[in-house]
């Protein structure tokens, strides 16, 4: 039977690898979907990933970093410091920082730290200073390169002129850039006085987390503390939700192609050997047969397409990030869950022309 359904897809090839092409092309868009959303989390959370903070203090109903506004009460970093089982505070001001120059303006965000800061800055430092200190910035080296700027040239943040100390890489995402300055040199650049928005708090080694975190809400009450896993995860969440009716959308309409193109290609192929089928009837074929054979055709389309998507995409990808901004990342997870929706479709797409082989007339095999 298996035989007799390969022949059969076998029949008329360029239909057959057509149909392919077009589930392959449907899974091709879901994962390009999938794994831009899933590049936009990895982007989002990078600098909480790498801040080399157990803790992330919060204003009170806050737990995302970048997607929220928080300001922390003065004092917060010196009630934070005496905790048990603190080993390290670094407070932080997060602000929006659009970088002019001339008629080019680039969505922005600048992070001041303290100039004593041992963690907390980048990460991933490829020219000048490690650490931000005086009147220098650390600059992202994409955006470096996209304003066409050097070290020791000056940016205006704010009200202030910065002067370009070091460049660090992995500090962009989706349409903006990250910048690093000293605590103070941002607070007198945007006009805020001894704010602070954040703490960076690092714990002595086998501390509990736990404990932790709720003797830093009995020394302060009112502050919001999350670990650095959960405020990747919220941030994730948020962006997830701001982009998933997109993605559903996009992935129906992925759907509905692939379901057309394996539907259409396997009924044109039981019509044009619709005669074979009611020779199988004639000679006692049951509905069962006959649908096994239609399932091993749409399968063998089904499977090569995602395969050819999805591999297209695992290799693409990496190329597609280093040529442009947009940051993609293909995951198992999501792969083998595209293989569940392509499973989907060929049941799905089996259907209609099953449906004709059974009203076929047994008779017609004589004629």
Not at 85 to 104: F, Q, Y
Not at 343 to 348: K, N, P, Q, S, V
């Amino acid at each position: 039977m298996i035989r007799l359904a390969l022949r059969q897809a076998a029949h008329e090839r360029t239909r057959f690898w057509l149909g392919v092409a077009g589930v392959a092309a449907a899974m091709a868009l879901i994962v390009t979907m999938q794994s831009i959303f899933e590049g936009v989390g990895v982007q989002l959370t990078r600098y909480i990933a790498n801040s080399g903070a157990d803790l992330v203090v919060m204003q009170e109903g806050v737990g995302n970093f970048y997607l929220s506004s928080s300001v922390l009460p003065g004092g917060a970093a010196d009630r934070v410091k005496p905790v048990a089982g603190v080993s390290e505070v670094v407070p932080i001001l997060l602000m929006p920082a659009p970088i002019k120059l001339e008629s080019d303006t680039e969505n922005n965000w600048i992070i001041g730290l303290p100039e004593d800061a041992t963690y907390g800055g980048p990460w991933s430092v490829v020219h000048g200073l490690r650490f931000p200190s005086g009147d220098q910035v650390i600059v992202d080296e994409a955006l470096a390169a996209k304003l066409k700027l050097y070290l020791a040239e000056h940016v205006k943040l704010g009200s202030r002129q910065f002067t370009i100390g070091g460049m660090s890489t992995q500090t962009s995402r989706l349409g903006s850039f990250m910048t690093f300055g000293s605590i103070d040199g941002v607070r007198q650049a945007f006009g805020v006085p001894g704010r602070v928005s954040h703490l960076l708090v690092r714990l002595k080694p086998g501390t509990i987390v736990a404990n932790a975190r709720e003797s830093i809400k009995q020394s302060m009450p009112g502050l919001s503390v999350w670990t650095t896993a959960e405020v990747m995860t919220n941030d994730r969440k948020l962006s997830a939700d701001m982009g998933g009716d997109v993605l559903r959308a996009m992935t129906f309409i992925a759907l509905v192609i692939g379901l057309m193109s394996v539907g259409l290609t396997v009924f044109a192929g039981v019509m044009e050997r619709l005669r074979d089928y009611a020779v199988m009837k004639a000679i006692g074929a049951s509905p069962g047969a006959t649908f096994s054979m239609v399932l091993i055709q749409v399968l063998g389309i089904g499977l090569l397409g995602w395969a050819l998507g999805s591999g297209m995409m695992l290799l693409l990808a990496p190329v597609a990030s280093h040529l442009s901004p947009v940051l993609m990342v293909v995951r198992a997870g999501p792969l083998l869950q595209d293989l569940g929706f392509c499973l989907g479709i060929t049941l799905a797409a089996a259907l209609p022309p099953w449906l004709r082989v059974i009203r076929a007339d047994p008779m017609t095999a004589f004629q």
